[in-house]
């Protein structure tokens, strides 16, 4: 059974740091290019991060630029998102997909991904 299941969410206070888990289930993740895309309460799906089957990171976000890293480890079929000095825009939930390539930053968020977790909430409040 194909499976994403993401973990690490919850809530942190302003300029603190999570680490979210992306898991993998039936299927191998170092072949695919996995996302993290996040959705704030009333807003649209926005791209954070992209990891490439080939290590390769797009940046969706400039809001997330050098406080937010992707990485993966293929041993534990895992990829990680390292949030770091969070701010209260972050809340949403957080979700990661599994898909072929990482789009460029003109395609919608998340187009073409094949599997999707269920995502995991990030409440950054005080």
């Known amino acids: 059974q194909v499976q994403l299941v993401e973990s690490g969410g919850g809530l942190v206070q302003p300029g603190g740091s999570l680490r979210l888990s992306c898991s993998a289930s039936g299927f191998t993740l170092d072949t695919y290019a996995i996302g993290w895309f996040r959705q704030a309460p009333g807003k649209e799906r926005e791209g954070v991060l992209c990891?490439?089957?080939?290590?390769?990171?797009?940046t969706y976000g400039d809001s997330v630029k050098g406080r937010f890293t992707i990485s993966r480890d293929n041993a534990k079929n895992t990829v990680y998102l390292q949030m770091n000095n969070l701010k209260p825009e972050d809340t949403a939930v957080y979700y990661c997909?599994?898909?072929?390539?990482?789009?460029?930053?003109?395609?919608?968020?998340?187009?073409?991904?094949?599997?999707w977790g269920k995502g995991t909430l990030v409440t950054v409040s005080s």
């Open positions: 990891i490439s089957n080939s290590d390769g990171v797009t």
């Open positions: 997909a599994a898909g072929p390539w990482c789009n460029s930053v003109y395609v919608p968020p998340g187009y073409g991904m094949d599997y």
